[in-house]
């Protein structure tokens, strides 16, 4: 049939876009007026074409009475409004404080109970090598430490989701919410906490590794031990946050970070965080199986220092990126970067979405959205390039919404969408989420010293054998 055609060349090209709802849109004290405001704001986004919005749920909220004492009943008001207004909904698992970081106008502290655990045992946080801790994000070196009332870290993330799923089941079944993103680190994002601002980091130090809690310690001289070489420690020259890359003799030239020891511990680094990742992806698996959802994790854009050879911010930070040597002339690649990600990702069938990191209002920001999203033409092979999955707007804002930055704004959703409807996408959005595959296989310990080799680099204009119109890869 015409039409069905029609409605798939249309879905090809229709990249729906969310909006993430203000910071304190329910309130540390777990309360949410179903105001005036939001209602008119919601449903003037909806007119707009808007897909959805997305929302932390904050862990420091839900949980902060005592240990399993959820109360959920903030959210499902504020989720109620949300599905009224037509708008579909993205909601982010927070596992971490809202507070410290760029844009964070809102404090929102872990629970209480997680953090009196700390004021006897410090070392549940992240730690720099000076003993600086950071109360933002419980140190992975306690995932499996049965520290909190009996409970390990990954099962209270556990816990949460599986109450989550249960008090949202009506939700999850009517289809408001679409999307599950997993918490999975500072700022929601799977890393280490290297460039604290409270701390004193400003862009573009390098950073700091931050394992130095004597749970990680202790995992770290454990594998050290394993590769026979018992006496090798965690960095002491790797600098300080504010550093450059050539002021440290890790990452200077042929630095600390080229060696045999080196490599070592950056395998184990971010070996790390990719294990922390995966365990809490499979809970999340578990406790969403069968649900109507996508399950999303958000990794950090780290472009400063990305084209120098050492990429500094991104090995303290844990991801071990030293493989794409642009050589170029600046240090700070945002476009690389992007582009990086999005071939890294759909190499591995991952869907990838993408959110921008600071308000802007003006066309040459929405353009670059757009160059991301929703590239124009055909690849080498003559297909259509590949596009985004979706994007996440931040944020709703008075701002947004006076007249002249919103009409604007209406113009790139418009074009996001292709100047389609933007109901046609969503028929195809919905599938249940089956079992999870895990990670393929990060770099075994007992190759470590011998992984060295670079891989090639996937570059931009040849995934010629993804699905090219874009459609989930399951
Ligand atoms: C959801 O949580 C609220 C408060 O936290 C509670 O009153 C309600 O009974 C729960 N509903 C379900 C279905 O679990
Ligand atoms: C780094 O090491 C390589 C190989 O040993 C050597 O050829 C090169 O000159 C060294 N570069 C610097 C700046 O020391």
Not at 165 to 179: G, P
């Amino acid at each position: 049939m015409q039409a069905q055609s029609d409605n798939a060349k249309m879905l090809g090209n229709y990249v729906p876009i969310y909006v993430m709802l203000p910071l304190g849109v329910v309130t540390v004290d777990s309360v949410f007026e179903g105001n005036e405001k939001l209602t008119i704001q919601l449903q003037v986004l909806h007119a707009a074409g808007v897909d959805g919005v997305m929302v932390d749920v904050w862990w420091g909220i839900i949980e902060s009475k005592g240990p399993k004492q959820y109360d959920w009943t903030a959210y499902r008001n504020l989720f109620q409004l949300i599905q009224e207004c037509g708008l579909k909904l993205q909601a982010i698992m927070s596992f971490h404080q809202c507070g410290g970081n760029v844009g964070d106008v809102v404090t929102i502290p872990i629970p209480d109970w997680v953090l009196i655990v700390g004021d006897s045992d410090p070392d549940i946080f992240y730690t720099n090598r000076r003993g600086t801790r950071n109360k933002e994000y419980l140190t992975i070196g306690v995932d499996n430490e049965p520290l909190f009332h009996g409970r390990t870290a990954v099962q209270i993330y556990s816990d949460y989701m599986k109450s989550f799923r249960e008090n949202m089941s009506d939700f999850l079944k009517s289809e408001l919410i679409i999307d599950i993103e997993v918490g999975l680190g500072p700022a929601g994002e799977l890393r280490y906490p290297s460039y604290p601002q409270n701390q004193g980091w400003e862009f573009p130090g390098i950073g700091e590794f931050q394992c130095y809690d004597k749970y990680l310690k202790a995992d770290f001289k454990k594998a050290a031990a394993n590769a026979r070489h018992p006496e090798w420690e965690l960095p002491d020259d790797a600098g300080e946050y504010n550093n450059t890359p050539d002021s440290t003799v890790f990452f200077r030239s042929n630095g600390t970070y080229m060696t045999e020891k080196g490599k070592f511990f950056l395998t184990w680094y971010s070996n790390n965080l990719l294990n922390h990742g995966d365990q809490i992806l499979v809970e999340a698996n578990k406790a969403f199986l069968g649900c109507k959802v996508k399950l999303a994790a958000k990794v950090s854009g780290i472009h400063w220092w990305y084209k120098a050879e050492n990429h500094a911010a991104e090995l303290t930070a844990g991801y071990y990126n030293l493989y794409d040597r642009d050589g170029a002339e600046a240090k700070s690649g945002p476009q690389k970067l992007v582009q990086q990600v999005l071939s890294g990702g759909w190499k591995e069938h991952i869907e990838v979405a993408g959110e921008n990191a600071l308000s802007r209002y003006d066309s040459t920001a929405y353009n670059q959205i757009l160059l991301n999203a929703r590239p124009n033409g055909i690849n080498k092979e003559g297909r259509p390039k590949l596009k985004m999955y979706g994007v996440t707007y931040l944020r709703l804002s008075d701002d947004l919404l006076k007249e002249t930055n919103f009409d604007i704004f209406k113009k790139f959703v418009g074009k996001m969408h292709a100047d389609q409807d933007y109901y046609a996408y969503l028929e195809k959005y919905n599938h249940s989420i089956g079992p999870l595959e895990q990670s393929k296989p990060k770099i075994p310990i007992d190759v470590l010293l011998e992984a060295t080799k670079p891989t090639e680099p996937f570059p931009w204009d040849e995934e010629t054998d993804m699905k090219v119109d874009g459609s989930p890869a399951n």
